[in-house]
């Protein structure tokens, strides 16, 4: 399966800061990347696709404004978290699709706004 | 309806015992199911993949899947304290082309 790279695997900030995750594909080029939230004892959300060279696609309910996806290599995908607020502490999660719509995941972060 | 349903658990077996978690899903159009483990506070881990209907087999797992039941199932035999763990069912394909969660069953093994 693919190797995923994540960091930080936690972090912890004020409220009103941004935070940046970074997401790696270390052993093929992945053009799409996926994003995923998980609040506690809760199921993955799909918070939205990553596109290299374009634009994300959000789902429903996700704010594009607050979550700024940047996929500029077939390697890098990273998720910003912009004026983080304590309802956005959670679980995030990168992804990426291999064959047979088979998904690995990165190691996951942990953020924490006080 | 949830589009994918697990029982939440905690499903607890005897160390040895075969642990048995099911998965029903929503979309009939869906082609590929998976189950995840998941460790607390860990990411997700592929350990199943099925897409065709019947048992499928990897050492102590056995995936089962029932397209006209839109039942998926994972069997753990022999099971082991470091398989305790939520293990997330999956869906992919169908109206959404999404892959869809479960909430996940808690499986606890008592040694």
């Known amino acids: 399966g693919a190797v995923v790279s994540q960091h930080p695997s936690r972090v912890i900030c004020k409220s009103g800061t941004s935070v940046k995750i970074e997401c790696r594909s270390l052993?093929?080029?992945?053009?799409?990347m996926f994003w995923y939230r998980q609040f506690p004892k809760q199921s993955l959300m799909l918070m939205a696709t990553s596109n290299e060279g374009s634009k994300a696609t959000y789902e429903q309910g996700v704010e594009k404004d607050k979550f700024l996806i940047n996929h500029a290599s077939l390697t890098l995908s990273t998720l910003t978290v912009t004026s983080a607020h304590p309802e956005d502490s959670s679980f995030y999660i990168c992804?990426?699709?291999?064959?047979?719509?088979?998904?690995?995941f990165g190691s996951g972060t942990q953020l924490s706004v006080l | 309806q949830k589009e994918v349903e697990q029982n939440s658990g905690p499903l607890s077996v005897p160390e040895g015992a075969i642990a048995s978690l099911n998965c029903t899903y929503s979309d009939r159009g869906s082609q590929s199911f998976f189950w995840y483990r998941q460790y607390s506070g860990k990411s997700p881990e592929l350990i199943m993949s099925?897409?065709?209907?019947g048992d499928k087999e990897d050492g102590r797992f056995t995936a089962q899947l029932n397209k006209a039941s839109q039942y998926v199932s994972l069997l753990i035999r022999d099971s082991q304290p470091s398989d305790s763990a939520t293990y997330l069912c999956?869906?992919?394909?169908?109206?959404?082309?999404?892959?869809?969660f479960g909430t996940g069953t808690l499986l606890a093994v008592q040694p």
């Open positions: 992804s990426v699709s291999g064959t047979n719509e088979k998904l690995f």
């Open positions: 999956a869906a992919f394909g169908g109206a959404t082309n999404k892959l869809i």
């Open positions: 052993d093929f080029q992945a053009t799409t």
């Open positions: 099925i897409y065709s209907n």
